[in-house]
């Protein structure tokens, strides 16, 4: 954590980026993900977003698919990140996530506009040219060649297809945790 604002914050000194005291960061995220109760990435999420959330200097909004949202305009009670500001877009997320992967369309430049950072603490690529963005891999069992299931076809079939956006992803990412 403290390599990303470290880390922003020399960006952010940098004459073509903002220069005030507070770091702008934009968290993209799955709220499924982050219910309770959670796996270990979502405690992840959740964890990871709270201390952000918590710092002074630091503004935080959180960035999903409108679908995700209840009557009263909020995450789901059983999400504990549903009081942190956020933004939305229209589109449903697996729709969304699968033009990104194949596409590389739309853009997602509007949501990050002025942002010091994007974090998305899960595995995805966000095409974006308006920020540096840090991304978290969890599953990179996939490309374990030596474990007992990794010559079963739908292992291979798992490998195949994380590898095609997962390079893609690490490229596009300033940060991979």
Known sequence: MQMIKSHATEI?????????????VVSYIHPTRTYLPCTGAGRYI?????????QSDVDLKLLFSQ???????????????????YDTFSMP??????????????RMDRYV????????????????SRCP????????????SDLPWSQSWQHRWFR????RWASKSVQHSRIVF
């Open 12 to 24: 952010a000194s940098q004459p073509s980026q903002v220069s005030s005291e507070m770091m702008k």
């Open 46 to 54: 959740n964890n990871v977003i709270a201390q952000l959330h918590g």
């Open 67 to 85: 679908q995700w949202l209840n009557e009263d305009k909020l995450l789901p009670t059983r999400c504990p990140l549903r009081t942190v500001p």
């Open 93 to 106: 997320e697996n729709v969304l996530e699968r033009l990104w992967k194949l596409t590389g369309m739309p």
């Open 113 to 128: 506009e002025g942002a010091n950072w994007l974090l998305a603490p899960m595995e995805t690529y966000f095409p974006t």
């Open 133 to 144: 963005v840090a991304i978290t891999l969890y599953d990179l069992q996939a490309f374990e």
């Open 160 to 163: 195949y297809k994380w590898g």
